[in-house]
């Protein structure tokens, strides 16, 4: 049986004319069908009020429709190609951009696009179980929209390594499907992405603050000299956008509600009254935040620089900067602990860039917690949620072995430890948070320890019936 | 033309009447072959070859000798080595030549003087010409490993004539032309002596000569010219050549050298300088096979493998030479899989009978293993059309590495054959490297099981799939991969260190064993490298450098 993939698979890449591709694309769909089988979602649903791109242009990717999941047409999409583009930085700074893969970066380029591939469909399958607890049909609709762009952007990287990368790229899309999130003897590339989420406030937290540190990975890649990486990056940019819309609006709606409880029963335990008490919202927050500022990897990196250098990787908003983007005579000051003291020192630009990703990446962070603040504000609830120093829970880069606190103390590893509780979930949190996730499937209802969205999606009211089960 | 400043094309043409440095007389069976260099006679100006010194150009003339000895005078049975100069037979390279020049300079005479040194030997071994040097001077450095490489030293006993191999002592540098090698390897001089022998920049002479084996035999002046012809009469008289051969003319080379290639009658070259690289394609024969070996003393320098081989001889040495930056090498070859296995039948059936076709056959020989030692990156690229079958399979397996594309590429019709190789007994041992073993023995070295396994698939058209299967080849992309994989692979390659690729495919391309020739390449030629780049050496106080400025080399003491 043929199948007619320039109808199945929308695209604007003309799989239709590079039947290479489509043969590439061919032997690999039915792979990643069964995937998604087997390892994606496990509510079974009949539907689901998607949004599905099938062109890049502005009504093109904001078509939504009941479709069933696994008939959801996963496409190729690349942001229009700039035909004077040159590259933004680097040695190879103002030559034309790549449209092949150079020999000479094959390897680089190829173990980027892996690295970011591998966190694709990571996050589908951590997620894997949470609908069976979702706190509405709303909620469980975002859940799998989050699960099939995911998929997308699976399909994405695949899309590059199929294309431009050979029969050792092929391997590679191949391996994408076989490493599995949790898997003991094939897990996932980034050990942040082998943890299950467990419950509905990780999730929030996750497309929060880890769904961003994506969105800084693709932001750098977006520079990229390899035009077509650049191009499928950003395009996948705009889909990042709605998770992380959902972990903010996720977090806004738990604190309101949080705020709700605590005025009703005028207590900030709110445990026994079914809600989430803002000391383990904050919990939370300090261990998300302190494993996605992980994956930024070490501050001072030699690898970071080679990429810079040879254009793979820029900065964020490159074009932006007022510099001369190569940054051979530059310095840049991070901050490090030195003889048992925090402070900062000045060190080559070039090497600091995972630092300066990073720092934009806190400041993006830092929007958050404003507007779950003003959530609070606006409740008449004294109390504010904080970010943790960015030494605090590190286990990469210059703060990994020293014990920082929330506040920014470097204390000793017994003083932490003592306060270990205080900053992260514990187990009783975990527990209670668990308890709490019972699933809701009703149009219109709503778990009781989340306040309800304030619109729904595309203009349908809350009580739509988003999801249809079989 | 060529990509290096200040270097001129070297061209490797000549023919004995235009020899500067060479007298060659042909006698019955004793050709005399003597040294008589031309002071002004340099191949790049800036020194002169005092003291029968010599440079890239006397080798040159004197490869053109051995290769004429060897086809257009099979009646020629010994061969005299001597000088023309009185009391000085020769005193090796000239230093202010090595001096000057640059180090690819120095590395590629060095290894194109060792493979004329090495033929010499192989015509002693399988030509039946046996070499003898009559040194009736001193032979000094590159002199006396000249005459190492002939078969007999006989050395003059006039109480002044000696041998030496003064480089250690007074150049700072090795005897690089296989002298440390073959004093102890051949000569079997003992390790203490050969030590003594040379760091003594005089050298030995007489009677001593003799004892340590560095010559066999020392033979007063007056008795010098009665010996000598003895003695090349009575080499003369073991050889295995047949009486009344009549030899073939080598005329000159037809070839058509433009800046984006050279091309010969059955060798194309194209370059293609942006990516560092050449498009090397060897034609498969062509018109009707010889039947009888008459017909291919007819056809002579005109049969298919040995016009060829003498192209293909001719390419590799001007691109090693002129072409220093084209890095990588792909090897193609075009042609009728049948036709190329007919012709390399009649070099297998007539090879052991006939003083030619044995002849072409170490030619091919000789030119493959100078493939093994080229320091560039050898790519085969084994397409449909190809002809890669028995001696001509030899040609990919000596490349670092081999691509067969499977089945056909898009464009082209699907009729027709796809790329197919053809193992023959060729493949077993008839073209052995320097190692000893033959390609395949080295590709599978230790696994003797495999190449029996392979022994019985000769004569069989092995398609890409089981080509890889059977371990002939690195990859085989289907038409979907096969650019982008090769274009990857060859920019990926440009990518790399050329010097550190030259060092991993010297180590890779040669297994196992080693023999005297291999470890001249191998363990002499890379060491010699080494001190050629060391400021001990090639510094402005280095002994190469300071050699004849009346002041003394400053070395740096440190041991390394
Ligand atoms: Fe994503
Ligand atoms: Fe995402």
Known sequence: MSIDYSEKIPNNVDLAGDRKLQRALESWQPNFLTWWKTMGPAVPTEDVYLRTAVAVGREGWAHFDHVAMEEYRWGVFLAERNSDRRIAFGEQKGEPVWQQVPGEYRADLQRLIVIQGDTEPASVEQQRRLGETAPSLYDLRNLFQVNVEEGRHLWAMVYLLHAYFGRNGREEAEALLQRNSGDLDSPRILGAFNEETPDWLSFFMFTYFTDRDGKYQLGTLKESAFDPLSRTCEFMLKEEAHHMFVGTTGVDRVVARAAELMREHDTDEIAPHGGIPLDVVQKYINFHYSVSLDLFGSEQSTNAANYFTAGLKGRWQEERRKDDHVLTDDAARIQLVRDGQLTSDEVPALLALNHDLQSEYVSDCESGLKRWNRVLEKAGVGRRLTLPHVGFNRHVGVFSGHHITPSGQLVGEDAWEAKRDAWLPTEADKTHVRTLMRPVYEPGKIAGWIAPPTHGINDKPFDYEYVHFP | ?560
């Open chain 2, 1 to 560: 033309m060529s990509t290096t400043t200040d270097q001129p094309e070297v061209s490797f043409d000549t023919e004995p009447s235009a020899y500067r440095h060479w007298k060659i007389d042909v006698d019955g069976e004793i050709a005399q072959l003597r040294l008589d260099i031309d002071e002004a006679g340099g191949i790049v100006p800036g020194y002169e070859l005092k003291m029968n010194s010599y440079d890239l150009g006397v080798d040159i003339e004197l490869y053109d000798a051995t290769q004429r000895l060897r086809f257009e005078h099979p009646e020629v049975r010994a061969v005299v080595l001597t000088s023309a100069k009185d009391r000085n037979f020769c005193a090796g390279a000239n230093i202010r030549m090595l001096a000057q020049s640059s180090h690819p300079w120095k590395v590629n005479f060095c290894k194109f003087t060792n493979e004329t040194r090495n033929g010499i030997e192989d015509a002693t071994a399988n030509s039946g010409q046996t070499w003898i040097a009559a040194l009736n001077g001193t032979a000094a450095g590159g002199g006396y490993e000249m005459a190492l490489a002939c078969e007999q030293i006989l050395l003059i006993d006039d109480n002044s004539s000696a041998v030496s191999l003064p480089e250690v002592p007074l150049l700072g540098v090795l005897p690089g032309t296989g002298g440390l090698t073959r004093v102890i390897d051949k000569r079997r001089v003992r390790k203490d002596r050969a030590d003594v022998f040379a760091t003594r920049s005089e050298g030995v002479r007489g009677k001593q000569a003799v004892e340590w084996r560095l010559v066999d035999e020392v033979i007063p002046k007056r008795q010098w010219d009665e010996a000598v012809a003895e003695r090349a009469a009575a080499a003369a008289g073991r050889s295995t050549r047949p009486a009344g051969a009549q030899g073939i003319t080598l005329p000159p080379l037809q070839r058509e050298v433009t800046a984006d290639g050279i091309r010969y009658q059955h060798v194309e070259a194209r370059f293609e300088r942006e990516q560092g690289l050449v498009e090397i394609t060897v034609f498969g024969p062509e018109g009707d096979v010889p039947d009888t070996v008459e017909r291919v003393h007819e056809l002579g320098a005109g049969f298919w493998p040995l016009a060829m081989t003498r192209e293909l001889d001719d390419l590799i040495l001007r691109l090693r030479t002129n072409e220093l930056e084209l890095g990588t090498w792909i090897v193609r070859t075009k042609g009728d899989v049948e036709d190329a296995l007919a012709f390399e039948r009649v070099i297998a059936e007539h090879s052991r009978d006939d003083w030619l076709v044995n002849e072409i056959r170490h030619y091919f020989k000789r030119v493959l293993k100078r493939l093994d030692v080229t320091s560039r990156s050898l790519i085969a690229l084994i397409e449909p059309g190809s002809c890669f079958a028995g001696a001509l399979l030899e040609l990919a397996l000596a490349c670092d590495r081999q691509y067969m594309l499977e089945g056909f590429m898009e464009e082209d019709s699907q009729e027709g054959e796809p790329a197919q190789l053809v193992l023959s007994e060729s493949n077993f041992g008839a073209f052995p490297m320097s190692n000893g073993l033959s390609r395949l023995g080295s590709r599978f070295y230790g696994d003797d099981d495999t190449v029996a396994k392979l022994r019985q698939e000769t004569g069989r058209r092995i398609e890409a799939v089981e080509a890889m299967e059977l371990g002939l080849v690195t990859d085989a992309p289907d038409d979907i991969d096969w650019e982008d994989e090769i274009r990857i692979m060859l920019e990926e390659r440009a990518s790399l260190s050329p010097d550190a690729l030259t060092g991993m495919e010297a180590n890779h391309r040669f297994v196992g064993p080693e023999t005297m020739e291999s470890r001249i390449f191998s363990r002499l030629t890379a060491w010699q490298n080494w001190i050629f780049v060391r400021p001990n050496a090639s510094g402005p106080d280095g002994a190469l450098r300071r050699y004849g400025t009346g002041r003394k080399a400053d070395f740096d003491r440190k041991r390394v």
